[in-house]
């Protein structure tokens, strides 16, 4: 990768944190507290900042997934960067 192609890269990442909020379409839940949102072509993993749902195969864990896709599934989204977890997510403050 050349020098450009790193610093680009960096600088990506770097900006979209310190942007304080971007916005972008939900195109995809996971489950209950993880949506996957499109933003400048490209699809990010969210996990909702604050919120601890039960994940797929667990007690509620799909009505969990029904009730997040009814408030942001097709829906244009501002996501508020926290940080990120372990997994590689964002970790963010998401509105509608």
Do not use: W
């Amino acid at each position: 990768m050349t020098s450009y192609g790193l610093l680009h890269n960096t600088l990506s990442g770097y900006s979209f944190y310190c942007a304080g909020f971007v916005f972008g379409e939900c195109i995809g839940v996971t489950d209950g507290d993880t949506i996957e949102v499109l933003r400048d072509h490209t699809a990010i993993k969210v996990r909702l900042e604050g919120i601890d749902c039960p994940e797929r195969g667990q007690d509620f864990g799909q009505k969990a997934k029904q009730f997040t896709s009814g408030l942001v599934f097709g829906k244009a989204v501002e996501i508020r960067p926290i940080g990120e977890d372990r997994y590689g997510r964002t970790v963010a403050r998401v509105y509608c």
